[in-house]
């Protein structure tokens, strides 16, 4: 296991100035936690967002950390939201940089607790008036190969109880964020046709795999993926977060190369996937996204907008305003 001095050594091997260094960027997915030898905070996001691109605001997004440790089982969640907060308090001093942190916090809140459920989101949106919604990790695959993030049952978000608790985000006008499995997809697609009024955002591509039984299959898996994510955009409160597929449950190997992955490589080996995202949804329903530190693991911060940049070089002048900024703001609610 490498430390994090020794990662950050080899991110530098790979060294590139930021493209197009002016225009406005709305991060709308990245992380902050504090684990055992392994933290992320506000300065570890500045260090990352600090090599030339023009990060104006960000959403946290959680990741199943800082929850408070007594207290009701379902309102334990408020801790990584007030943590958050507390972040956006340090922020807000100006000590750090000028960026928006975490403009908009996507929280957890149990919806399979029901009706109930309305109490822990309002809990959450007292805390702070940045809570924007929930993300469900609701990733499930039969194979012991493929990682499970939550232990969440199988086919969770048709079951009954669920969409009780899911009917109280579009009375309190929250979003929800989705992070699942490609052979999942057809679940999302009938949650948003059950519930038109509630924003869903589909994270990281719809997360199409390569490990365990899907290794070696990335042809058959892109056009299942394709297919899927093709009738999910026929649903149009579905937006997509573009971006994600650094993370090895994709079967991406980049973190295990001597130097990280440039941004031209990048951009080759992503476009098709993000490309087909962008052209299936529009741009309007699409947001580009760093996902870090996650991502961080195969290339530095620069150079994954880098590859962004250069996938939608072709695009107009609106069309990559949306993807890089207006999409995100205007589907997390960010002044």
Not at 254 to 275: D, F, H, I, K, N
């Amino acid at each position: 296991m490498t430390t994090n001095a020794e990662h950050h050594r080899w991110l530098d091997l790979t060294f590139e100035d930021a493209l197009e260094p002016g225009m406005p960027i709305c991060d709308p997915h990245h992380h902050f936690w504090g684990r055992p030898n392994d933290r992320y905070f506000l300065e570890d996001l500045y260090s990352d967002i600090g090599g030339g691109h023009n990060i104006v605001s960000t959403v946290f997004i959680e990741c199943q950390a800082m929850y408070r440790q007594h207290g009701p089982e379902e309102m334990k969640t408020l801790g990584q939201t007030e943590f958050v907060q507390g972040l956006v308090a340090q922020n807000n001093s100006g000590q750090y940089g000028e960026t928006n942190v975490a403009a908009g916090i996507v929280g957890f809140a149990d919806l399979a607790l029901g009706a109930p459920v309305e109490r822990v989101l309002e809990a959450h949106l007292a805390v702070t008036p940045r809570f924007r919604g929930v993300r469900h990790i609701n990733a499930f695959d039969a194979s012991p190969d493929v990682p499970r993030p939550r232990l969440f049952p199988e086919g969770l978000l048709g079951d009954a109880k669920f969409r009780e608790g899911f009917a109280v985000l579009d009375k309190l006008g929250l979003s929800f964020d989705a992070y699942m499995y490609h052979p999942q997809l057809h679940e999302i697609a009938d949650l948003a046709n059950a519930f038109p009024r509630v924003t869903i955002v589909l994270n990281h591509v719809g997360g199409p795999l390569g490990v365990g039984p899907y290794a070696g299959k990335r042809d058959q898996i892109f056009e299942e993926w394709k297919e899927s994510m093709t009738a999910v955009a026929a649903s149009p409160n579905v937006v997509v977060k573009v971006g994600g597929l650094a993370m090895p449950v994709c079967g991406t190997n980049w973190r295990e190369r001597p130097m990280p992955v440039a941004s031209g490589e990048l951009a080759q080996a992503t476009a098709p996937y993000y490309l087909h995202c962008i052209e299936e949804f529009g741009p309007e329903r699409c947001m580009f996204e760093s996902n870090f530190p996650v991502d961080k693991l195969a290339c530095s911060y620069t150079v994954l907008w880098n590859a962004f940049k250069r996938m939608a070089h072709g695009f107009s002048a609106s069309e990559q305003a949306a993807l890089f900024h207006d999409t995100a703001t205007r589907v997390y609610r960010l002044s």
